[in-house]
């Protein structure tokens, strides 16, 4: 029997050029500038600036560092000369089973008549018993840093801090923003998970609240009561386009939201495909131009995290994160039309751990039937929807992991007006590429 060929690392793709930078968690590219929000890193570094206007020899304009190490800044986007970057709380994970502990230990108490030890605690959080210290910490010290900065860009090399604007709880994790509003999702007092926040920022130095949307049981101070277990369904992300809002909604699949009227807020359309599929929906977005006479979305998964072998082989076999392709001509009626899917077989990382084979996120402004879609260990994926039921994979790069890496852990993705990739990995490292389609 011949053996399968192994497989290839880059097609139709060539990298132009590397920057040696902490992980990032986005690259948002305006002009002759690309803006990178970092990850949690040594350096304690949040955003940085890079000039591209020559994508073969970029460089680096300036870097923001953060004074608190309890926070990140992984989330950057510019309009004008204005620009937002995120302050979220490090280890999210931890910080959210510290706010349910107090909570727990009451129910635990009246359940077995005394106080609940490490074990029964975890078994009830999903955590490691071993991570009950860490939750007890947290616990003690409550973040009190979360919100959303803006800076002043106009001198790309200096920029000025304007604002910093707190939230509530781990903090904004995603946003969207125009020269009008920012959209953030961020957790809020007596709302359980993240919920859309719109803020009027006309005025950088003083963004001002304009309304709220969220999904019907989040808001547990007004007397709801989710219908899901702990955080599953909550905003993710949320993008506008004209008169409305697409939002991936975690393991509550995605939404349409009017916001016509920008003080009311209103769902008009919904669609879950939790279950049967097990990865939660990342982000939503509408396509700005019909295909084939349809009016067409995209969602795409966020892969699940594997922290050892024996998560990733349990793993195996079942549905990876993927890109969905919907029918959206009418958004009271949501229709799926495809998924696009990577095999395993595609990425010589699939089975790395610790980390993630599947979907992340996809750039998001479409001038073309291209998707350029990141899939954590299977790299970038370049996706052609010019037949909406029938996506095709025209091109992908893999970048080599990081030393010390299992495997690369592609995050996200930018393409600018010249159509230069900007790569980013949760592993250092900016990529350039340069996508020329086969002949």
Not at 5 to 23: C, E, F, I, M, Y
Not at 299 to 309: F, G, L, V, W
Not at 393 to 404: D, F, K, M, N, S
Request: proline share 8%; with cysteine; hydrophobic share 35%.
């Amino acid at each position: 029997m011949k053996e399968s060929s192994p497989p290839q690392l880059a097609r139709n793709v060539t990298r132009l050029a590397h920057l040696d930078l902490p992980g990032a968690g986005q690259v948002y590219v305006q002009g002759n500038y690309a803006y990178i929000g970092h990850l949690p890193n040594k350096q304690n570094l949040g955003t940085s600036i890079v000039d591209i206007a020559d994508p073969r020899k970029p460089r680096v304009v300036a870097q923001i560092n953060l004074d608190d190490p309890t926070s990140h800044s992984h989330k950057a986007r510019v309009i004008g000369d204005i620009m937002i970057v995120n302050s979220e709380r490090n280890m999210t994970a931890i910080g959210r089973k510290a706010d349910d502990l107090p909570g727990l230990r009451v129910s635990l108490r009246e359940e077995l008549g005394r106080d609940p030890n490490h074990a029964e605690l975890a078994a009830k959080l999903g955590v490691n018993e071993s991570d009950i210290p860490m939750v007890e910490a947290a616990e003690k010290n409550p973040y009190d840093k979360g919100g959303f900065k803006t800076y002043d860009v106009a001198d790309r090399a200096k920029p000025k801090l304007i604002a910093f604007h707190k939230t509530h709880g781990i903090g904004v994790h995603r946003f969207d923003m125009d020269a009008n509003y920012a959209y953030i999702s961020t957790e809020m007092p007596g709302y359980k998970g993240n919920i859309l926040v719109i803020y009027d920022i006309r005025n950088p130095a003083k963004p001002d609240e304009v309304s709220r949307w969220w999904l019907p049981g989040q808001h547990i101070a007004g007397g709801e009561k989710p219908a899901w277990p702990g955080r599953q369904h909550r905003l993710h992300h949320a993008l506008r386009s004209g008169d409305r809002m697409f939002a991936g909604c975690w393991h509550g699949g995605v939404r349409v939201i009017d916001v016509s009227d920008i003080r009311k807020p209103r769902t008009i359309g919904a669609y879950n495909y939790h279950p049967p599929f097990p990865e939660p929906s990342h982000t939503f977005m509408e396509v700005p131009f019909r295909i084939g006479g349809r009016h067409i979305a995209l969602a795409i998964d966020e892969e699940d995290h594997a922290h050892d072998e024996k998560e990733m082989a349990r793993r195996r076999g079942r549905p990876h994160g993927c890109l969905w392709v919907f029918d959206i001509t009418d958004v009271a009626k949501i229709q799926p039309l495809a998924i696009f899917q990577v095999s395993e077989l595609d990425s010589p990382y699939s089975r790395a751990a610790p980390g993630r084979f599947g979907a992340h996120q996809f750039h998001e402004r479409m001038d073309d039937t291209l998707v350029y879609c990141t899939w954590f260990a299977g790299g970038l994926r370049i996706v052609d929807i010019a037949d909406p039921s029938a996506p095709q994979e025209v091109g992908h790069y893999i970048p080599q992991p990081a030393q010390g890496q299992a495997g690369p852990q592609t995050n996200d993705v930018d393409v600018d007006q010249r159509g230069i990739i900007y790569l980013v990995d949760r592993g250092p490292g900016l990529n350039i590429l340069e996508f020329k389609r086969a002949n």
